[in-house]
């Protein structure tokens, strides 16, 4: 596509329950990277794929969050037992990649995620 | 570790003033510094960046950035501001990670530039 698409662009769910997010970057990009925004705050590194593999999980908040990436494509946030405080947007984000690249990172318009 | 400073929550300007909106960072090595923009209820998008080069750097709808690197600064500019351009920014250094897999996007916490008719 185009750009980096997400989908659902909003979620309303029940606490506790499980939740996917998916984004589809732009076809050919190689580095994939999830962000969270919640209100009136800025953006927190979640994770960041090169290819298929994550080499840094290190911003993923707490063992309920897990990402996984399949064929170098579309990636897939999962937040299990979801809580309120997870409430936000979940921002998606793509660019070509080879060691020191210089391209620029695009980002998706993100899901909105409200937990009730 | 790579850390991003916008120390202003908002900024506040007349229609047709210059704005400026500060960013201050801190990196090791080289740094490859973004601003992004985001209206409301949309995704950031791209203004501009800095990799190398002039330090100054000219970026989409009449915004520009100066790298000071004395300074580790990348403020944001535009000489004439407008009432569209009310949003908040997004500052951002770009470094390589610590277990040198690849490089990742650091975000200042954000400014909301206001700017009034």
């Known amino acids: 596509g185009a750009g980096v698409s997400q989908s659902p662009s909003n979620k309303v769910t029940e606490k506790g329950k499980d939740v996917e997010l998916r984004c589809d970057p732009i076809?050919?990009?190689?580095?994939l990277y999830w962000y969270r925004q919640s209100l009136g705050q800025g953006l927190e590194f979640l994770i960041y794929?090169?290819?298929?593999?994550?080499?840094?999980k290190s911003g993923l908040p707490s063992d309920r969050f897990s990402a996984e990436r399949t064929g170098g494509s579309v990636s897939t946030l999962t937040i299990q037992r979801t809580q309120q405080e997870d409430s936000a947007v979940y921002l998606c984000?793509?660019?070509?990649?080879?060691?020191?690249?210089?391209?620029?990172?695009?980002f998706g318009s993100g899901t909105q995620l409200s937990v009730l | 570790a790579q850390s991003v400073a916008q120390p202003e929550d908002q900024v506040n300007v007349a229609e047709g003033n210059p704005l400026t909106v500060k960013c201050t960072y801190s990196?090791?090595?080289?740094?490859?510094l973004f601003w992004y923009v985001q209206y409301p209820n949309r995704g950031l998008q791209f203004l501009l960046k800095?990799?190398?080069?002039?330090?100054l750097v000219k970026g989409s709808y009449g915004f520009e950035a100066e790298f000071n690197k004395s300074q580790t600064s990348f403020h944001l500019k535009k000489p004439s501001a407008l009432v569209s351009d009310s949003a908040l920014y997004f500052c951002?250094?770009?470094?390589?990670?610590?277990?040198?897999?690849?490089?990742?996007?650091?975000f200042g916490g954000g400014t909301r530039l206001m700017v009034k008719p």
């Open positions: 984000a793509s660019s070509l990649e080879k060691g020191q690249g210089a391209s620029g990172v695009f």
């Open positions: 076809s050919g990009h190689t580095a």
């Open positions: 794929f090169q290819g298929n593999s994550a080499p840094d």
């Open positions: 990196v090791s090595g080289n740094p490859y």
């Open positions: 800095y990799i190398t080069g002039d330090n």
């Open positions: 951002a250094v770009r470094a390589r990670m610590n277990n040198n897999a690849g490089n990742m996007l650091t």
